[in-house]
């Protein structure tokens, strides 16, 4: 069974410039998060789709970040327009309703490198 | 709101020693706690959780990690390593209320040395 995958593995762009990183979660899940990690900081959650719909946005830093996962399958988080301060790894985790609810367990994806110049 | 702190960020060890790595977390409710490894150029990979039952926990590769709710703690121990368990631990707390947001700490890297 495939896992979480997520593309592309690294990204650079210039500041001002707009990224879309993609998430395709395991088959059957309907939760799907993102989070990211900055600058060797600790992994801090972004948001919580459950199936097409926004459970919880609110580690969203601005309004340059947009989310979406249209048809409850696979998710997309566009930057527009980058900053210095959004490089980083964003990872992608996806869980079942039930068995997520219940133990916690979240599996996630290589993650996706950004470095913005 | 919870926060974890893990109090190391890197732990060189020799091959065969023994190791912990140390987690301390702060929740006004009650908390699962989990840790998870990411090896070199993989994704995170569940090591272990407490949810509940047992305060002492095993996970895979010979990982374990106690639950001390007095002190706060959930310190990852393993009484031998081996240099494939060079990697970056991070341990995560999700109340117990909540959905299933994870709050993760700043993750410590072992460098496990021949």
């Known amino acids: 069974e495939a896992g979480v995958t997520q593309f592309p593995s690294h990204s650079v762009i210039e500041k001002g410039q707009t990224v879309t990183l993609r998430c395709d979660p395991i088959?059957?899940?309907?939760?799907l998060y993102w989070y990211r990690r900055v600058m060797g900081k600790e992994i801090k959650f972004l948001l919580h789709f459950v199936k097409e719909s926004k459970q919880d946005e609110s580690g969203m830093p601005n309004n340059r970040f947009l989310a979406e996962r249209t048809g409850g399958t696979y998710s997309t988080l566009k930057v527009q327009p980058a900053e210095l301060e959004d490089s980083g790894v964003y990872f992608c985790?996806?869980?079942?309703?039930?068995?997520?609810?219940?133990?916690?367990?979240?599996?996630f994806g290589e993650g996706s490198r950004l470095t913005v110049l | 709101a919870q926060s974890v702190t893990q109090l190391d960020s890197q732990v060189p060890v020799f091959e065969e020693a023994p190791v912990e790595l140390r987690c301390n977390y702060s929740s006004s409710v009650s908390v699962y706690l989990f840790w998870y490894v990411q090896y070199p150029n993989q994704g995170l990979q569940l090591l272990l959780k407490?949810?509940?039952?047992?305060t002492l926990v095993k996970g895979i590769n010979g990982f374990e990690a106690e639950f001390n709710k007095s002190q706060t703690s959930f310190h990852l121990r393993k009484p031998s390593v081996h240099i494939c368990d060079t990697a970056e631990y991070f341990c995560a707390v999700r109340r117990g209320n909540a959905g299933n947001m994870l709050t993760f700490g700043g993750g410590t890297r072992l460098m496990v040395k021949p």
């Open positions: 985790a996806s869980s079942q309703i039930r068995q997520g609810a219940r133990t916690g367990e979240l599996f």
């Open positions: 088959s059957g899940h309907d939760n």
């Open positions: 407490y949810l509940s039952g047992s």
